[in-house]
Nanobody
Framework: VQLQASGGGLAQTGGSLRLSCAAS????????LAWFRQAPGKEREFVAA????????SYADAVKGRFTISRDRAKNTVYLQMNSLKPEDTAVYYC????????????????????WGQGTLVTVSS
């Protein structure tokens, strides 16, 4: 199973970017796909998750109201629409997949995710 992330780039403060994460098959149809990010010198942190079975979403407090995670079921793809970007959103963003069913409060737990895509760099200029 492969996760292919794309869509990173440079944006200005207040701007928008959309990231995509395409799964190579339907391995995660009972689980979840999520985004994590890692800023320079910091630990990787949870951003947003999408539970595939029912469309339940979860967001980190830092991005609530600005980022939206969604999916295209036919393409096995999740998207992360990032609006009102801030310099502190600058990071390498990673797509991750969890094959197993999970409860909502566990969607942001990094250790649950056993598949990872390559990172895509998002840089927000001030």
């Amino acid at each position: 199973v492969q996760l292919q992330a794309s869509g990173g780039g440079l944006a200005q403060t207040g701007g928008s970017l959309r990231l995509s994460c395409a799964a190579s098959d339907r391995t995660f149809s009972s689980g979840a796909l999520a985004w994590f990010r890692q800023a320079p010198g910091k630990e990787r942190e949870f951003v947003a998750a999408f539970r595939w079975t029912d469309g339940l979403t979860s967001y980190a407090d830092a991005v609530k109201g600005r980022f939206t995670i969604s999916r295209d079921r036919a393409k096995n793809t999740v998207y992360l629409q990032m609006n009102s970007l801030k310099p502190e959103d600058t990071a390498v963003y990673y797509c991750a997949g969890d094959r197993s069913r999970t409860i909502p409060r566990m969607l942001g737990v990094m250790s649950r995710y056993d598949y990872w895509g390559q990172g895509t760099l998002v840089t927000v200029s001030s």
